[in-house]
Nanobody
């Protein structure tokens, strides 16, 4: 199992930047695909980006492509989400998640961190 704890959320003005971190504990962190999701009030959870176990495979949702960057440091058991050019519509609770190799779904989730972008 993997336990995930996000940090780095907060209040930022539109056009600003934030860097989220997700620290993982447990066994075999480097064998998990890691993803970031968000959920705004009244909306469904939205996939943002994911990074493969080695870091070589990365994908982004169109809504964040070119503005957000995912990375991971397997030595530190941490995945990051660098968010630039933030917009008020990026306001949401941001979650990291882990998906074990060969499994179709993300099985492990953090508690979330709030990001608020003011206009």
């Amino acid at each position: 199992q993997v336990q995930l704890v996000e940090s780095g959320g907060g209040l930022v003005q539109a056009g600003g930047s934030l860097r989220l971190s997700c620290a993982a504990s447990g066994r075999n962190y480097s064998l998990y695909t890691m993803g970031w999701f968000r959920q705004a009030p009244g909306k469904e959870r939205e996939f943002l980006t994911q990074i493969s176990e080695s870091g070589s495979g990365i994908g982004y949702a169109d809504s964040v492509k070119g503005r957000f960057t995912i990375s991971r440091d397997n030595a530190k058991n941490t995945v990051y989400l660098q968010m630039n050019s933030l917009k008020p519509e990026d306001t949401a609770v941001y979650y990291c998640a882990a998906r074990e190799i060969g499994r179709p779904k993300y099985d492990y989730w953090g508690q979330g961190t709030q990001v608020t972008v003011s206009s």
